[in-house]
């Protein structure tokens, strides 16, 4: 069975901070993988998506940047925080040539302060 | 420019009556339409879908009815209980060579016992 493992589980940080978050797929070989970013009582906006290993691409601007440095690794990163950064931050995976179902991961939820 | 609009925001129904969520797109290449439920400080889960070659799919108490020529789909909640009380998200994606799955901005439903 395919697991989805996101770290960390919450971040407090401050503004002007960098961040690193996670994303591990266990279980599914080759899966397409993404980044989606909800605010409180908001919608889920995708930010990224990958196909395969070292191939990101991104769908909003955010001043983020994501890598796959792995097939089963997905990081969401940026040097500096803004205060508009915060929300509940999703990995997800899908199989096949497309996006339609998709299995999110448990979250992180970011604060910044 | 919001290619998936939802209605209500939010909506209160009593328990054993049938609740009417509503979606809409623009986009005439969407071909595949999830809902995910989320509860709350919880990641969203695929609850149902349909591909417009149907105009009805079933799962148990729910139902999406799906009109192609007005780009609308509902979700029928029938006999709603407190336990579904969540917040419904209406998608949609190409299935074609498509990487988005683009989310509409929910609604909350509330079950009262």
């Known amino acids: 069975a395919q697991t989805i493992h996101q770290w960390p589980v919450a971040e407090i940080k401050a503004v002007g901070s960098p961040l690193s978050l996670g994303c591990t797929i266990k279980g599914k070989s080759s899966p397409n993988l993404y980044w989606y970013w909800q605010a409180t009582g908001g919608t889920l906006q995708q930010l990224f998506y990958s196909i395969t290993v070292g191939q990101v691409e991104s769908v909003v601007q955010l001043n983020l940047s994501a890598s796959r440095p792995k097939d089963d690794q997905f990081i969401l990163s940026t040097e500096k925080l803004l205060l508009s950064h915060s929300g509940f931050y999703l990995c997800?995976?899908?199989?096949?040539?497309?996006?339609?179902?998709?299995?999110f991961g448990s979250g992180t939820r970011l604060t910044v302060l | 420019q919001q290619q998936v609009r939802q209605s209500p925001q939010s909506l209160t129904v009593w328990e054993g009556e049938t609740a009417i969520l509503n979606c809409s797109y623009e986009d005439s290449t969407f071909d595949y339409f999830p809902w995910y439920w989320q509860f709350p400080r919880e990641s969203p889960a695929l609850l149902i879908a349909?591909?417009?070659?149907?105009n009805k799919k079933e799962d148990g108490r729910f139902t999406i009815f799906f009109n192609k020529r007005e780009k609308k789909l509902s979700l029928h909640i029938t006999d709603s209980q407190p336990g579904d009380s969540a917040t419904y998200f209406c998608?949609?994606?190409?299935?074609?060579?498509?990487?988005?799955?683009?989310f509409g901005s929910g609604t909350q439903l509330t079950v009262m016992p």
């Open positions: 998608a949609a994606s190409a299935s074609s060579g498509s990487w988005q799955l683009i």
């Open positions: 349909i591909r417009p070659v149907s």
């Open positions: 997800a995976w899908s199989q096949g040539a497309s996006a339609e179902t998709l299995y």
